[in-house]
């Protein structure tokens, strides 16, 4: 696989290996599946986002060096066709099951999730807009009720930093 810069590779061994330090991995074959999964899908439009902003949009040479409308028109053809994987992929029934990729206890890859999908919904946010999403925007939510988080996100959220 391709990666612009080595950093989209980086971050996503990076959560695996903290996955497997804190014990944070799938305990069934079909999670391990479902996360490896899932990460190809995720570095794929992670891996877009970067090429269409960075080789795209951004030209040194002109006096208007991004243009984000651009941007977003032409990344959001792709994740309209990439995004109704994702939420297949997250609203598929897991075991046990729960409102996580894994079951109900969080493992590596939601967050790996979460962080990418966040990028992507502050991006281009009407992409994420529908019922066709649900699966996706149940799973924001499941993340951000996890009882370890949901006072980091509240106390963002009163800050405006989220």
């Given at each position: 696989i391709y990666?612009?810069?080595?950093?989209?590779?980086e971050n996503f061994i990076l959560m695996r290996s903290l996955g497997w330090i804190t014990n944070m991995i799938?305990?069934?074959?079909?999670?391990?599946?479902r996360c490896d999964e899932l990460e190809t899908v995720l570095f794929y439009l992670m891996n877009r986002m970067t090429w269409m902003i960075n080789k795209v949009c951004y030209d040194p040479e002109n006096e208007v060096s991004f243009d984000r409308t651009y941007a977003q028109n032409r990344y959001s053809r792709r994740l309209r066709i990439e995004l109704p994987k994702v939420n297949a992929m997250i609203g598929a029934e897991s075991n046990p099951p729960g409102p996580l990729l894994t079951g109900t206890k969080p493992c590596y890859a939601d967050f790996l999730a979460y962080a990418c999908l966040y990028d992507l919904k502050q991006f281009v946010?009407?992409?994420?807009?529908?019922?066709n999403n649900k699966?996706?925007?149940?799973?924001?939510?499941a993340m951000e009720d996890l009882p370890e988080?949901?006072?980091?996100?509240?106390?963002?959220r009163a800050e405006g930093k989220y």
């Amino acid at each position: 696989i391709y990666d612009l810069d080595g950093k989209i590779t980086e971050n996503f061994i990076l959560m695996r290996s903290l996955g497997w330090i804190t014990n944070m991995i799938p305990k069934t074959p079909e999670g391990v599946m479902r996360c490896d999964e899932l990460e190809t899908v995720l570095f794929y439009l992670m891996n877009r986002m970067t090429w269409m902003i960075n080789k795209v949009c951004y030209d040194p040479e002109n006096e208007v060096s991004f243009d984000r409308t651009y941007a977003q028109n032409r990344y959001s053809r792709r994740l309209r066709i990439e995004l109704p994987k994702v939420n297949a992929m997250i609203g598929a029934e897991s075991n046990p099951p729960g409102p996580l990729l894994t079951g109900t206890k969080p493992c590596y890859a939601d967050f790996l999730a979460y962080a990418c999908l966040y990028d992507l919904k502050q991006f281009v946010p009407r992409c994420f807009a529908g019922i066709n999403n649900k699966p996706v925007t149940m799973f924001f939510r499941a993340m951000e009720d996890l009882p370890e988080l949901k006072e980091w996100f509240q106390e963002k959220r009163a800050e405006g930093k989220y």
